[in-house]
């Protein structure tokens, strides 16, 4: 079955800095891959995702980047802002069937 | 648009009693449903997935008999924790994708439970 990796575990970064968390999944199968941010005590939001036909995706400050043939994607984040602090979740699936998640990177953004 | 609650936020309950955990979709209809369970500082484990009018199917080592899943409208679905243990205590959050977000999964804010 699929497993995602996820790193780093926690990153700090200053106000302004950019962030960058990086995933790996094993399955070439997985076509569809969403990124979440998750606040304390609440659920997941989606904030980006990419499919496999695209490379690259940007939203404002967000972008996300894939790379099918290593099986690697990531999560960019600029300018980055004390809200931006919460736990962030990159999952894989095949056609939004049986999501798989990474163990998640605790973002610490500090003012 | 895409917003999925959850009901009850948090719900503590004696050991073997059952607890049902409501799942709506308010804006959307949802024709997929799906639980997952969190524990503290971990990751979303999927527990089950049900589409309306149809049984769930559960992931590996999840027991059905336990974990109660109905899914019976296109904007509800339920969850129904049976003869709850301590060892059931978690986070519980269930996620929705509508007939037109073909990949897209849109998470409800959880349901704490916590079993004495």
């Known amino acids: 079955g699929e497993n995602v990796e996820q790193h780093p575990s926690t990153l700090s970064v200053q106000e302004g800095d950019s962030a960058v968390i990086k995933c790996t999944y094993s399955?070439?199968?997985?076509?569809?891959f969403p990124w979440y941010k998750q606040e304390l005590g609440k659920g997941p939001q989606l904030i980006i995702d990419?499919?496999?036909?695209?490379g690259e995706k940007k939203d404002q400050r967000i972008a996300v980047t894939l790379n099918k043939t290593a099986k690697h994607f990531s999560l960019h984040i600029t300018e980055t802002q004390p809200e931006d602090s919460a736990v962030y979740f990159c999952?894989?699936?095949?056609?939004?069937?049986?999501?798989?998640f990474g163990p998640g990177t605790r973002l610490s953004v500090l003012p | 648009g895409a917003v999925v609650s959850q009901h009850p936020s948090w719900v503590i309950c004696k050991s073997g009693t059952s607890v049902k955990i409501e799942c709506r979709s308010l804006?959307?209809?949802?024709?997929?449903m799906f639980w997952y369970r969190q524990f503290p500082k971990q990751s979303l484990m999927l527990m089950a997935t049900?589409?309306?009018?149809?049984?769930?199917?559960?992931e590996q080592g999840v027991e059905k008999d336990k974990f109660l899943i109905n899914h019976a409208s296109l904007t509800l679905s339920t969850l129904t924790v049976t003869s709850a243990h301590p060892e059931d205590s978690s986070f519980y959050i269930c996620?929705?994708?509508?007939?037109?977000?073909?990949?897209?999964?849109?998470f409800g804010p959880g349901t704490r439970l916590t079993v004495t």
């Open positions: 996620s929705a994708r509508g007939r037109d977000s073909s990949y897209e999964q849109y």
């Open positions: 399955d070439s199968a997985s076509n569809y």
């Open positions: 990419i499919r496999s036909n695209v």
């Open positions: 999952a894989a699936s095949v056609y939004g069937q049986n999501f798989v």
């Open positions: 804006d959307f209809q949802a024709t997929t």
């Open positions: 049900s589409n309306e009018g149809s049984k769930a199917t559960y």
